[in-house]
């Protein structure tokens, strides 16, 4: 059973256009991360958000948590080639991290 | 820079054969996992520790072990390895206690099971 479910499980889009992904839980967690893994590599953070209703940006992305703590959204705006991989959130529960299913993003030059 | 070292990128082995994942960390952290991430699941953990000698099951530990001798190496042990234990397997850290620090990652180590 997958504590966190993302959606949509793959993205394609042009260059250019806005996307959300989605990441919902039935758990509370203490805070929430969201990765960027691109092939052959492993997960690189992004972004930790801890408060409920949280909203944090990093240049065209936008992360928001949700006011119960259970769930949060990755918002890209105007989406760039170099944004292509593998989106994963991860949800803290002392000790221990529970990754997302992942969102697989490829932007269309 | 911190860095998470994985033994090897690329591991093919035959049924049966007992599989040892090497990896290192070099931040002193207390916690090390141990991850196998397939396609539209994410990444599901096998086997965490909190220290030396510590270590707890995740929520995929059969047919998996691992050893902890020292703090910065963690082992992931494939007893009697089968071919559903093909899968791409990641190594991270964590500093203990602190939710709002990245975990770090290893590169990963892609195991076929023949």
């Known amino acids: 059973t997958q504590l966190l479910e993302q959606s949509p499980q793959f993205l394609s889009i042009q260059e250019g256009e806005n996307l959300t992904v989605y990441c919902n839980s039935s758990?509370?967690?203490?805070?929430l991360q969201w990765y960027r893994q691109e092939p052959g590599e492993g997960p690189v953070l992004l972004v930790t958000?801890?408060?409920?209703?949280e909203v944090k940006k990093l240049k065209r992305l936008t992360f928001q948590f949700g006011d119960a703590r259970k769930d949060s959204s990755l918002h890209i705006t105007a989406a760039q080639p170099g944004d292509t991989g593998l989106y994963l959130c991860a949800g803290f529960i002392p000790n221990q991290f529970y990754f997302g299913t992942g969102t697989s993003l490829t932007v269309i030059p | 820079d911190v860095k998470v070292t994985q033994s090897s990128r690329y591991l093919v082995k035959r049924t049966g054969e007992k599989v040892f994942l090497e990896c290192v960390q070099d931040?002193?952290?207390?916690?090390m996992f141990w991850y196998r991430q397939d396609p539209g699941l994410g990444l599901r953990l096998i086997y965490f520790?909190?220290?030396?000698?510590?270590?707890e099951k995740g929520d995929i530990p059969e047919g998996y072990s691992v050893s902890r001798e020292k703090k910065e190496r963690f082992s992931l042990i494939l007893e009697s390895a089968s071919t559903n234990q093909t899968s791409m397997y990641l190594c991270a850290s964590h500093l203990t206690g602190r939710s709002n620090q990245p975990q770090h990652f290893g590169d990963g180590t892609r195991l076929s099971i023949l």
């Open positions: 758990s509370v967690f203490s805070s």
């Open positions: 958000v801890v408060t409920g209703g």
């Open positions: 931040m002193d952290h207390e916690n």
């Open positions: 520790s909190y220290d030396v000698k510590m270590k």
